[in-house]
Structures are given as structure tokens and as C-alpha cells.
């Protein structure tokens, strides 16, 4: 039988630190103001991840009262759950910000609103 390859936690935090530069990245050096927030999005979601992969405890059961321990802490699934609400509400916020700035200057390229706004 093949024993299937488990990464190592660490191979995790490599992932968790690549998908937040990638994000950052994208935040800083594209000009498109929907790519921004797609960036933002991608910050969000790597400390999630990386959140979820410290609350994890391996051969831990869910915390039920009737299961036999060692427990899971749900503690860190309840921050990251509120975290995604957040998320959620930061995204939703910053994409009607897009849509209002695309409406008052047609364009969602920042270099372009800087120039409108330059000449009024």
C-alpha cells in the first residue's frame, strides 16, 4: 500500500506567506482598483488559512461533549469565522467605493482619477 505524502505544518506556512505576497503585490502594483480589492481578498484569506492551520491538532476529535479528547480548539474556527464576515463586508464596501468612484470619473484606473482630480 502507498502511504499517501502529508506536507509538513511548515510547507503550510510557506503557502500561507505566497498567496499574502501575491495579494500584497497586487495591491501595491496594480493600477485597476477592482484588482486592488481582488488583492485585499487574497490577504484576507491567506491569514485565514493560516489561522485555521494553527488552530489544527492532529488525531483531535471535534469539540463535542460526548467525544472522547484530545479536542480541537474551536476557538480559532470562531475568530476565523467571524473574520470571514468581516471579510465579506470589507469586500462588499470597497467594490461600492469601485463602482462609485467608476460613476463619478468613468474608469477604475487610479493614475486616471488622480489626473481628473489633478485638473479640477
Known amino acids: 500500500?502507498?502511504?499517501?505524502?502529508?506536507?509538513?505544518i511548515h510547507h503550510y506556512y510557506?503557502?500561507?506567506?505566497?498567496?499574502?505576497l501575491i495579494g500584497l503585490y497586487t495591491l501595491i502594483d496594480d493600477p485597476h482598483l477592482v484588482k486592488k480589492v481582488i488583492g485585499l481578498g487574497?490577504?484576507?484569506?491567506?491569514?485565514?488559512?493560516?489561522?485555521?492551520?494553527?488552530g489544527y491538532v492532529e488525531g483531535a476529535n471535534p469539540p463535542l461533549?460526548?467525544?472522547p479528547g484530545p479536542h480541537a480548539n474551536p476557538l480559532t474556527h470562531v475568530i476565523v469565522l467571524t473574520a470571514i464576515v468581516i471579510a465579506v463586508s470589507l469586500s462588499a464596501l470597497a467594490l461600492a467605493i469601485v463602482i462609485r468612484l467608476y460613476a463619478e470619473f468613468g474608469t477604475?484606473?487610479?493614475?486616471?482619477?488622480?489626473?481628473?482630480?489633478?485638473?479640477?
Do not use: H, K, N
Not at 1 to 8: A, E, L, R
Not at 14 to 20: R, S
Not at 43 to 51: A, E, H, N, R
Not at 108 to 117: F, G, H, K, N, S
Open 108 to 120: 477604475t484606473d487610479v493614475r486616471e482619477i488622480e489626473e481628473a482630480l489633478a485638473d479640477e
Open 42 to 54: 487574497l490577504m484576507q484569506i491567506s491569514v485565514l488559512m493560516l489561522f485555521v492551520s494553527i
Open 1 to 8: 500500500m502507498i502511504d499517501p505524502v502529508v506536507p509538513d
Open 14 to 20: 510557506l503557502l500561507f506567506l505566497a498567496v499574502f
Open 65 to 67: 461533549v460526548d467525544e
